[in-house]
């Protein structure tokens, strides 16, 4: 459990590869038995460490699937830091592709591992909020935002 619904964790038992926050009450492996192994462990508890304000980074291996685009994505939103936030054209522009806003949303929207990996941080070019596939959309996105102190313009 966590403020923003139930999140479900697994690893491969040498990293986490992925993280999926409730949608509509359901997570992909419902139906499973929990398995816990020492990676998962360390996930979540600082996962809680992060949500009861005393953490403002991940010390954990991961092991997302994905293209060396999505990587090279995933690389700098997990250099960011707790409150720190950027754009689509920035983080284009850290892959030398500056007009590949549509493949950065793309790479965004595929991260395995939210939170972790910190896909929340990411606004418009205006700083306006955007989209957000992990749990209940905006409103997790905007939860997120605020626990890390990040104010918004109205």
């Known amino acids: ?5 139930r999140l479900e964790l697994v690893s491969d038992g040498k990293a986490l590869t ?3 926050i ?28 992060y949500f009861a304000g005393r953490r403002r980074s991940f010390s954990l ?4 699937r994905g293209t060396v685009f999505q990587h090279a994505i995933w690389d700098q939103l997990r250099a960011l830091e707790w409150g720190e936030v950027t754009s689509y054209g ?21 991260n395995p591992i939210p939170i972790i990996v910190p896909c929340h941080r990411v606004l418009g070019s205006d ?28």
């Open 22 to 49: 409730e949608r509509d009450g359901k997570l992909p492996f419902d139906a499973f038995a929990e398995n816990g192994n020492r990676v998962l462990d360390r996930a979540a508890k600082q996962l809680d460490e």
């Open 18 to 20: 992925s993280l999926t």
């Open 61 to 64: 291996p991961l092991a997302a």
């Open 90 to 110: 920035e983080l284009g522009l850290g892959t030398g592709r500056a007009t590949a806003g549509r493949a950065v949303g793309g790479a965004i929207g595929a």
């Open 127 to 154: 700083g306006r909020v955007t989209g957000y596939s992990g749990g209940n959309g905006i409103p997790t996105k905007l939860w997120l935002l605020e626990h890390e102190g990040i104010l918004l313009a109205a």
């Open 1 to 5: 459990m966590s403020p923003i619904g």
